[in-house]
C-alpha cells in the first residue's frame, strides 16, 4: 500500500496562503495580498503576549496581597479542589519546599492511586505523568502547553465559536455581537476540551483539570464576565484531569472522560448526576466521540485496546490494536463508519456498522475486520514552485465534515500543512487526495474543527500556532451531485488478511 501522498495535487509554494477551494482545486494567494477574512465572520488574532498581558491585568489586585501561603495550605487547598492525588501532585511540584524523601514518596504514591483507580492490574507509563503532561499528551491540540489557543469549539447553529487561553480564560467571539464575553472561574484550570450543547442556545461545557464546568452564557446578555452564579460544578472523585467532553446529538448526556479513570461519565446535567460506564481494561479513556446519529460511541484509551458502544442499553465491543492507543477518530455523518488511527501508524482505518433494523435490540453490528483506507506514510511532493517538501506522518487529529464530502488530516508535529481529501461513502467509502492547506511563513496546525453547517460546501476551521484562527471555504458539488462527475482513481480499500484490528 503506497502513501497516499503521491498522488497528491502540486502544494502550494512558500510564502502563499491557502484561502479556499474552488472547481475541484485549492487557491492559493501570497500571504502579503491574500485576503483571507470572511464577511460575517469574526477576525480573530491570539498572541502569546495579549494572553500574558491579560493574565497580569487580572492578577493585579493580588500583587499587593501578601503572598506568604504555607506548603500545607497550598496542600490543603489542592486536596479540597481535586482529593488525594491533587495533593501528592502539590507536594511533588513543591519539591524545593520539602524533604526529596517525601516528594520521591508523594510520587510513588500518586502513582499507585492513578493506578488503582484505573481498576486495572498492569502498569501503564501516563499514570506517572503530571496532570499538564497527561492533557498535553492526549489533548486535540498539538502542542497544548505552548500554543496561544488551548481549546476550540463551534456552536452549532449560528456563528459563534468559544476558544480557551493560555491562561485558562475562554473566549466567546460572535458575529452578532461585537463583545466578547471573558470566562473565568476558580475551578477553570488546566482547560482541555470545550462543546457546545446541541439544541441550545447558551450552554458550554468546559472539561477543566478537576471537574466538568457547564457555563449558562444568554446570547442577549450584555456582561463581557459573567458571573460565577452562571456555572454549574460537575466533579466526581478521582475522575481528573477531565481531557474531553462530548454532548449526545439530542443535548441531554454529556460524556466526560479522564485518561486516569477507567469509567466513561454519562452525565444528567441538569441533575448533576452521572451515571459512570466501566469496563476492565484500558487505564482510563483518552478520547470519546459520539456517532451523529446518537446510536453509538467510540471510546480510546491510554493502551491499544478501544471500544464501540451502543447507547440503549450500553453494552459495548471491544478491539485491540498492535500498534498503539488510537490517537483520533471521527464518525460519518449517518453513523455508520468511524475512521481511526493510532499513535505509531500513518493509516486511516475505518470500521462499518450495519444498520439495526429492530430498534428495541441493542446491536452493535459491527464489521469483524478493520479495514486500511488511506497510507498518509511520509513521502516527496512537489510544490507549485517546483520545490520538493516531505509530507506525510504519523495522524495528530482528523475531523469529518457534516456533509461528509471532505476530510481534514493534521499530521506529525513539524508538519506545516494540514491535508484534505474526498471522501464518498456510497456504494464503497473512498478517500482521494483533494489538497493541502497552507497557513503563513512559520505557522503550524495546532487545532482543525468544521463549522457545523455552511452553504455551498464545508467551512474548515485552523487554529494556528501563530493564535490566529483561520478559515478556508470549501465549495464543491454536494455527494448527491459526486456521481454525475468523473471520479479520480479510487487509492483507498485494502482489507487486512493478518488480523491487525479484531474485536472480542
Known sequence: MCS????????????????????????????????????????????????????QRENAKSAFLPHDETVSKRIYHAWQDMGLPGALEEIINSSHDVPTWICSVSQKLLMLTRLTGSLHGSFFPHLSLSNEEIVSKYSSVQHWGSSPVKAFAWHPHTVKFALALQDDSIRVHSSASDLTPILKHKLQKNVASLAWQPNSSSVLAVACQSCVLIWHIEPTSLATRPSASSVQVLQRGGHCPVTMVHWSPDGRTLLSVSPVDASILAWAVAMETCMPLWRYGGGGVSLVTWSPDGSKVFSATPSNVFRVWETRSWTCEKWYSVTGHVKAACWSPEGNVVLFATENQPIIYSLTFAAVSDESSPVIGGSQTAVACADLSETSIEMSDGKAIKVGGQIHQMVWDPQGGRLAVILGESCEFVAVFRTQRSPMLEITPCGLVRGQDGERPEMVQFKPSFDGGSLLTVVWSSGRIGYI????????????????????????????????
Open 4 to 55: 497516499i501522498f503521491q498522488s497528491f495535487p502540486l502544494g502550494p509554494k512558500q510564502g502563499h496562503i491557502t484561502v479556499s477551494e474552488q472547481g475541484g482545486e485549492f487557491v492559493a494567494l501570497p500571504q502579503d495580498s491574500a485576503k483571507v477574512k470572511i464577511q460575517g465572520y469574526p477576525d480573530v488574532q491570539i498572541s502569546k503576549e495579549s494572553t500574558r498581558s491579560l493574565t
Open 473 to 504: 471555504p470549501l465549495y464543491y458539488i454536494s455527494s448527491a451531485g459526486v456521481n454525475e462527475m468523473p471520479q479520480p482513481p479510487v487509492i483507498n480499500t485494502h482489507r487486512f488478511s493478518n488480523g491487525l484490528y479484531s474485536n472480542t
